[in-house]
Structure formats: structure tokens, C-alpha cells
């Protein structure tokens, strides 16, 4: 036996050398073990075969990874996900067992059974490499992330007749109907006595747990469950991992999921470190430079083969682009596959050789899996070119924009009631039993865990949201929970709530956006900032010219500044079809709120670029327009959210109501107007719009006395509506045709 | 909806009897209508207005864009008959000023 000491300590010290290297240049750690584990091997002359310490700390690193996959998989969630489980994937693993089975026995001269067994090892994917990579990513939500997982899912349960049927061909001593009967017996056994323990015990177990407040109680209590579980599945002749899958599942109905997640992620990698390691040991160098050929010709054969299978099958549910992205990110084998050809080695089913050469293209397909799953969108890109919008809708799913909310008390609830009422997409986090019972009985999207874990922070996509808010009672939480997120990324930003202006300076360190004290009003501040910071993120996201500008090329500058506030009139257009749509007053003031968010970003510019750089006269004179355009689009935009209110009250009363929609009708004539002449000016559009804006308020003050007349019957508020209107449509004239005149200025080269 | 009915004679005098909305959804009908009697020289376009009941802002469009085209060969577009309605949307645009109307067709098609 060799001295483990400098072994474990050359096996770290390479591992972490690699990854860090690795993570440099973007690749996941995954390779770094395996590499690892196959210099280890090579130098010190360890083999993990035989070994069974070693193979059982491995298989471990799986069973956690199978029990943190369990608890994403509620029982409703394993029902909604039905066809990618087991369509998809009992396609794909008859479709690639049959062709590799084939192949192997028709052009290899592989015996039958022998065969068959083959096919089935070839066609399994590594969950431990995709689902790594996939949950890493964040793709696990996309469509080609929900075909993955459900694809891997059903081959990690079809591994459990795979062995059987290993069985089957190699035991003489028992019948058929014999080993199909104790099978299904355990499978029953095993399912009821894991599924009794979830649904009676757990609960009541981790909430006692939970009860002590000890950290470690809560990690002991977690270890036992999976390790139990998976003791459980593997006593009644099944795999540790589906016994950890099933704990994982029945944990995932209750409140404790996250807090489990987030407790057990150190282990889960750790161990799953470990047994990346142990697949790298079993690389054996000699057998590889021996069959290098094969190995390599091989290896492409099967990843070829299995990429164009699954291509096919889900080319009948998914679009060409998701079909080919799902198929490569399966098209490796996977670490189930190791113990499947153990087995055919151990039972003497294959030459050994054969079998090693089987081994090596496996780990070798596991070894470029990151590679391929990496540059799955380039690979995908080259091979098939989609539409646009397929592609957008595929990245919009990804992203995050949500907001965390921190506690659910008196004040939380508050806020979570605003939130909702501006549709503000948040999900509530808790540390109190009561109050999570409080938002599950609301419908609230609400999660059990400690404001101030990182990973539970990370679970709810804290990178991605768009602030969090700390509504926790107790000021410490609030400096624990600052702590933490600031740890995560000093950039995310902050919105908490204080007791009073005494602890305001506890916080300076971190990164708060706004402190606040109060209830109510304190919510209502609040909700309206996330609101201002939502669509500053939605118009800086959307930003057609100044998304890239540079102060070394100030007419260049000037003329994005020029188009970027061009954009401005269509937001106003939009805010018209609004009210002719007779849309919500709230969604017009969407538009409105949106135009004062994107002139803020315009007027920031033009300020930042008279202040660090030094314009030509021309350009200055330039800028000046285009500042004043600003000041008039910003009065239009105030001039124009009023008169939306008038008009919607004119619009309920039958006397004024026609007034209304002409109203909206013709200030739109005006302003497409005005938009054309932005967009390309027009001397004799200038014309018109000159001709219909100048001050001859005739028409005007006529439709107002015969509204003010005895004949139209206005009642004393109609009468003030008409009259305030009325002169909200003067202004707006007059305002389009100053801007225009701008326009003409700018039109001329100033 | 909007049907349109076109009398022109030899002196460049195109009446153009507009029924139903001009909108959005018929701008087009009206702008192709303009196309046709520019091309066989029209110098005045007359629209009737009496059997219209609505105009929006992209029929208001349209009118501008034909009374631009006009404008090359010095031509003009006149309207008469127009309901309460659609006057309120000439006075609060301000295409009143553009455009001349008339209550009757005999005034829009002798004035000059």
C-alpha cells in the first residue's frame, strides 16, 4: 500500500495548480480532475479498480450529485417534466442501445449478448459532467437544458435493468421469471420504505432540527438522509445514486430544500472531485498508446453516432438548433458506463483488452465533453443557422432581472404587495417557519434559508437579479446578510431597511443602494426605485446607438447623441398608441417612465461629453440644440402625461368623449410628422409642419366655445377638464414645431 | 372600410368621393387613389367628405403626403362636406391651416 499522505497531497496541490489554470481560461474543473487522477495514477501506479475504498468515497461524489438533482425534482415537477423523461429519453436509449448493439455485433463480431450490453453502456450520458456544466451555466432552464436532464434521468434509471439484464446473461443458476420477480419485490420494498421515511419522518425531523438553531445537527441530519437513503437502495440491489436521487426528491416537497442545497454543495463537489479523480486513475497510458488508432477512430465513431441519434429523435419536438445543441451535450458516455463495462470485464462477457479500449474511449469522451458542451452555441452555429428571434427567445429564458426579497414580516409583506402590484417578478426568502407559511398561503415564490448564506443567495441567481431587499427585522441580520452579498459581488446592489439613522454608518462598506426607515412609506419609496432601475436596465439594454460611444471622436458622439434622442418621439408614439388602445393608465405611464429613464441616460451623456472634452465651436453650437431638443422633449413628455389623464376622463363622458379620440388622433398626425423629419429631414415636410404648429389658435379656441357653450351642457368639472386639456394640445403644438425648428438647425450643419 | 369613387375631367380636376373611415387600415386605398390621379396630371384633387365618418392620424398622413406630392406641379387637394368630427380633428391638429374646405362641392370645385 503506498503512503497516502503525499499522494493526497500531490493529487490536491495538481488539482488545484490545474483548475486554477483551467478556470483562467474559462474551462470547468472537471477536466482538472480527471487529469489529475490520471498523472496520480500513472506515477504513483494506482488503479481504482480493486480498490473499494476508493470506489465507494467516489461513487459518493455521484450519489450527492444525484440527491441535489432530487431536490429540483419534486414528484409534480418529475410529472411536468414526463415527456423529456420518458419519451425523450426511452427514444434515446433504445435508439442508440439498437445502433451501437448493432455495430457492435455486425461489424465488430462482438457476441450478441455481449452486444447488447454494449449498446446499452455506449448509449449512457455523464450526468455528473452535464448537469454540472448546465447548472454552472444556468442553461438547466433553457429547452435544451430541460431535454438534458430529462434525457439523463431516465438513463440513470434504466441503468437499474441494465445490471439486471447483466444478470440475466450471465446467471445460468436462476430462471428469468426468477430474477424479473425479486427484482421488482426490492424495487417495491426499497421505494416503499424510502418514500414512508419522506413523507411521515423528514419533515418532522428537519424541523426539529431546524429547531436547534445548530448548524451542525443540520449537516449531520442531511449526511444521514443520503447516506441512509442511497444504503437503503443499494441494500435491495440498486445503484447508491438512485437511492440518493429518491431522498433528494422526497426532501424537495418540503420547505427545508434550499437550506438542504445550500448546506450540502461543499460536499457534493468535494466528493464529486474525488470521483472525477477516480475516473482519471483508471486511464491506463500503456493500453492508450497501444490502440492509439482505434481509441481515437473509435471515439469519434461513437460521439459521431450518438450525436446524429439523438439529432434525429428530437427533431420531432424541438427546433433544428435545440435538437443538434441537446444532442451534443449528450454525446459523450458516461461514468455509469464505467460500471457497466466493469461488470461485462468482471462476468468474462468480452476480451479484456476490448473492454479496457471500451474504458479509455469512455473517460476519453468524458474528457472532451466540457469542450464540446462549452461551445455548444459556436458548434451549433456553424452547423445550422436559425432565425433571430429563435435565438433570442432562447437567451431571454436565461436571464434573470428578478428582484430578492429578504424576510417576510410586517414590512416584507408590504413590499411584496407592491412588488406584485407593479409586476415586479420576486421571489421572497425566509429564515422564519411562520412566514414562510405566511407566502405559501399568499402565493408567494418563496424559499426557506438564511438571508445571509452565499449559496442559497446563489441558488436564487443573486448575480442576476436586479436588487435585493433586506426587510429583516433585526438590524444584525441586515449587517450579516450586507456582509454576505457583498462577499458574492461588491456590485450587486443593496436595498435595505434600517431602524433608524443612527445605524446608517454600520453600513457604509456595502454596496446599498437606498436605506430607508419607515413602513408603509418606506415601501412605496422603494418599490418605485426598483421600479426606476428595472427600466434603466430595460433602456440601457436597449439602447440603439449610445450603447458604445467614445469621447476621442466627439462628432461621432454627437451625431449617436443626435439619433439615440430620436428614439425619444418614438416612446412618446408609443405612449399615443396606448391611449388609442385603451390601455391601463399604468401601462401608458410605463411609456412615460420609460421616456425619463432613456432621456436620463441621453442627458447624462451630452453633459459628460461637454465636461471632458473639448468641442469645436460647431460641435458646441451642435450639442446646444441638441440640449435644448432635450429640455423640449422632457416638457412634451410632462405636457403629454397629463393630458393622457384628461383625455381618459373625457373619454367616460359621452359629451366629450369624441373630443378625446380626435385629440389623440391628431397630435399623433403632428408627431409622426415631427418623426419624419427627425429621421430624414424634409424641407417641405418643415413646411407643414411649420404651417399646421404656428400659433393660429383659431381652430383651437373654436372647438372650446362651442364645448363651453350652453348647448354642449358641461358640468363645472367637464368645463375645467376642457379648458386644461385644451391648452395641454396648445403647448404640444407648440412644442412639436420648436422642435422641428431644431431639427431644420440641425438639418442646416450648424 | 373606405370606398372612393373618382370623376375627373380633362382640365386636371379630379373629384374624389370618399365613403366609410379613412384609418390605418385604409390609408393605403386613398394614397394609391392620389398615385393614379397625379399620374394622369391632376392639379386639384377634390375629396368629398360628407359620407366619411372618421379620420386618424394616418389618414391625416396620407392627405399630407398627397398634398406634398401635389405640391410639385403646383396642384392642391380641397375638401368639402366634412361631419363635426372630422372638423374637430383639422382644428386640433392644425391641418386646418393646410388645407382649404369648403361646406358645399360647387364652392370647392369653382373657387380657385
Same mark, same amino acid.
Given at each position: ?68 438533482i432530487?431536490?429540483e425534482f419534486s414528484?409534480s415537477h418529475l410529472k411536468s417534466m414526463k415527456k423529456e423523461v420518458f419519451l425523450f429519453g426511452l427514444l434515446q ?32 450520458s455523464?450526468t455528473?459532467?452535464v448537469l454540472?456544466i448546465l447548472n454552472?451555466t444556468g442553461k438547466i432552464k433553457t429547452e435544451v437544458g430541460r431535454n438534458s436532464l430529462g434525457i439523463l434521468i431516465f438513463q440513470d ?36 420504505? #424510502? +418514500?414512508?421515511?419522506?413523507? &411521515?419522518? =423528514? *419533515?418532522?425531523? %428537519?424541523?426539529? /432540527? ?6 451542525? !445537527? ?45 448546506? #450540502? +454543495?461543499?460536499?457534493?463537489? &468535494?466528493? =464529486? *472531485?474525488?470521483? %472525477?479523480?477516480? /475516473? ?6 500503456? !493500453? ?22 439523438i439529432f434525429?429523435l428530437l427533431l420531432f419536438s424541438s427546433s433544428?438548433k435545440v435538437a443538434l445543441k441537446s444532442a451534443i451535450t449528450l ?25 479496457? !479500449? ?15 458542451i462549452?461551445?455548444v ?13 429563435e435565438?433570442?427567445l432562447d437567451q431571454s429564458s436565461m ?352 | ?112
Amino acid at each position: 500500500m503506498h503512503n497516502l499522505i503525499p499522494i493526497l497531497i500531490a493529487a490536491v496541490g495538481l488539482a488545484t495548480l490545474l483548475n486554477v489554470v483551467l478556470k483562467k481560461i474559462n474551462m470547468p474543473t472537471v477536466i482538472g480532475y480527471i487529469c489529475t487522477g490520471a498523472i496520480i495514477g500513472t506515477v504513483f501506479d494506482i488503479h481504482v479498480h480493486g480498490n473499494e475504498t476508493l470506489e465507494h468515497i467516489a461513487e459518493f461524489g455521484v450519489v450527492f450529485l444525484m440527491f441535489s438533482i432530487g431536490l429540483e425534482f419534486s414528484v409534480s415537477h418529475l410529472k411536468s417534466m414526463k415527456k423529456e423523461v420518458f419519451l425523450f429519453g426511452l427514444l434515446q436509449v433504445g435508439l442508440c442501445a439498437a445502433v451501437f448493439a448493432a455495430i457492435s455485433h455486425l461489424i465488430f463480431d462482438i457476441e450478441l449478448k455481449a452486444a447488447i450490453i454494449v449498446g446499452f453502456g455506449l448509449a449512457l450520458s455523464s450526468t455528473a459532467i452535464v448537469l454540472k456544466i448546465l447548472n454552472e451555466t444556468g442553461k438547466i432552464k433553457t429547452e435544451v437544458g430541460r431535454n438534458s436532464l430529462g434525457i439523463l434521468i431516465f438513463q440513470d434509471i434504466a441503468v437499474i435493468p441494465i445490471l439486471l439484464l447483466i444478470t440475466i446473461f450471465t446467471d445460468t443458476g436462476r430462471s428469468l421469471s426468477e430474477l424479473l420477480l425479486s427484482t421488482s419485490m426490492n424495487a417495491v420494498l426499497a421505494l416503499g420504505i #424510502l +418514500i414512508a421515511i419522506g413523507k &411521515l419522518a =423528514l *419533515g418532522h425531523i %428537519f424541523k426539529a /432540527v431546524a429547531g436547534t438553531n445548530s448548524k451542525e !445537527i443540520y449537516m449531520g441530519s442531511i449526511l444521514l438522509t443520503v447516506v441512509g437513503a442511497s444504503y437503503i437502495a443499494h441494500h435491495f440491489g440498486f445503484s447508491y445514486s438512485l437511492g440518493g436521487f429518491i431522498a433528494g426528491m422526497m426532501i424537495a416537497d418540503t420547505i427545508y430544500k434550499y437550506q438542504v442545497e445550500a448546506d #450540502l +454543495i461543499p460536499f457534493r463537489d &468535494l466528493l =464529486l *472531485g474525488v470521483f %472525477f479523480v477516480s /475516473v482519471g486513475l483508471q486511464i491506463d497510458f500503456n !493500453i492508450v498508446a497501444a490502440n492509439i488508432v482505434a481509441v481515437i477512430a473509435l471515439g469519434a465513431g461513437v460521439i459521431l453516432v450518438k450525436t446524429l441519434a439523438i439529432f434525429c429523435l428530437l427533431l420531432f419536438s424541438s427546433s433544428k438548433k435545440v435538437a443538434l445543441k441537446s444532442a451534443i451535450t449528450l454525446c459523450q458516455v458516461g461514468e455509469f458506463s464505467l460500471v457497466v463495462f466493469s461488470l461485462v470485464m468482471a462476468n468474462k462477457m468480452m476480451d479484456p483488452t476490448a473492454v479496457q !479500449i471500451l474504458m479509455v474511449i469512455v473517460i476519453a469522451s468524458m474528457v472532451i465533453a466540457p469542450f464540446l458542451i462549452n461551445n455548444v452555441e459556436f458548434l451549433s452555429g456553424v452547423l445550422i443557422k436559425s432565425k433571430i428571434e429563435e435565438e433570442a427567445l432562447d437567451q431571454s429564458s436565461m436571464l434573470g432581472g428578478h428582484v430578492i426579497l429578504c424576510g417576510f414580516g410586517a414590512f416584507g409583506r408590504v413590499v411584496s404587495e407592491q412588488l406584485d402590484e407593479s409586476r415586479i417578478n420576486h421571489v421572497v426568502l425566509t429564515n422564519n417557519t411562520e412566514s414562510f407559511v405566511k407566502a405559501k398561503e399568499s402565493h408567494k415564490t418563496v424559499v426557506f434559508g438564511e438571508p445571509d448564506d452565499r449559496d442559497t443567495l446563489e441558488r436564487l441567481k443573486i448575480r442576476d437579479a436586479m436588487s435585493v431587499i433586506l426587510a429583516l427585522d433585526d438590524f444584525e441580520d441586515v449587517k450579516k446578510a450586507s456582509a454576505s452579498i457583498t462577499l458574492i459581488d461588491p456590485k450587486i446592489k443593496i436595498i435595505a431597511k434600517i431602524p433608524s439613522e443612527e445605524e446608517r454608518h454600520e453600513l457604509e462598506d456595502f454596496n446599498h443602494e437606498l436605506l430607508l426607515d419607515g413602513n408603509q412609506q418606506t415601501a412605496t419609496v422603494l418599490v418605485d426605485q426598483i421600479n426606476r432601475s428595472r427600466l434603466l436596465t430595460k433602456e440601457t439594454a436597449t439602447l440603439q446607438y449610445l450603447d458604445d460611444y467614445s469621447f476621442d471622436n466627439p462628432g461621432e458622439t454627437i451625431q449617436k447623441i443626435e439619433r439615440e434622442q430620436t428614439r425619444l418621439l418614438d416612446v412618446i408614439s408609443r405612449s399615443f398608441n396606448g391611449l388609442r388602445e385603451e390601455k391601463d393608465i399604468m401601462h401608458i405611464k410605463a411609456f412615460h417612465d420609460s421616456f425619463k429613464v432613456l432621456s436620463e441616460i441621453i442627458g447624462g451623456v451630452i453633459t459628460e461629453l461637454m465636461s471632458s472634452t473639448s468641442l469645436s465651436p460647431k460641435e458646441y453650437e451642435r450639442i446646444n440644440i441638441l440640449l435644448d431638443n432635450q429640455h423640449q422633449l422632457i416638457s412634451m413628455n410632462d405636457t403629454l402625461e397629463k393630458l393622457g389623464h384628461e383625455l381618459k376622463a373625457m373619454k367616460k363622458d359621452d359629451k366629450t368623449k369624441s373630443l378625446s379620440e380626435m385629440t389623440v388622433e391628431g397630435l399623433d398626425a403632428i408627431l409622426l410628422t415631427l418623426k419624419d423629419i427627425a429621421g430624414d429631414y424634409d424641407e417641405d415636410d418643415m413646411l407643414m409642419l411649420e404651417g399646421i404648429t404656428s400659433n393660429k389658435k383659431g381652430g383651437l379656441f373654436r372647438i372650446r366655445e362651442s364645448y363651453l357653450g350652453a348647448e354642449r351642457d358641461l358640468d363645472a368639472s367637464g368645463k375645467s377638464l376642457l379648458l386644461s386639456s385644451t391648452n395641454h394640445i396648445d403647448r404640444l403644438r407648440s412644442l412639436f414645431g420648436q422642435i422641428g425648428s431644431n431639427y431644420r438647425r440641425l438639418s442646416e450643419g450648424v | 372600410m373606405l370606398r372612393i369613387e373618382l370623376e375627373n375631367d380633362d382640365c386636371g380636376l379630379h373629384v374624389m368621393r370618399l365613403s366609410g373611415a379613412l384609418d390605418g387600415l385604409t390609408y393605403l386605398d386613398l394614397l394609391k387613389a392620389f398615385n393614379q390621379s397625379i399620374e394622369k396630371e391632376a392639379k386639384r384633387i377634390v375629396l368629398d367628405m360628407n359620407e366619411v365618418d372618421y379620420v386618424s392620424s394616418a389618414g391625416l398622413r396620407v392627405l399630407l403626403q398627397g398634398a406634398k406630392a401635389l405640391k410639385e406641379t403646383e396642384g392642391e387637394i380641397v375638401l368639402f362636406g366634412m361631419n363635426s368630427g372630422v372638423k374637430e380633428v383639422f382644428s386640433l391638429s392644425g391641418f386646418k391651416t393646410l388645407f382649404r374646405t369648403f361646406s358645399s362641392e360647387y364652392d370647392a370645385v369653382s373657387t380657385s
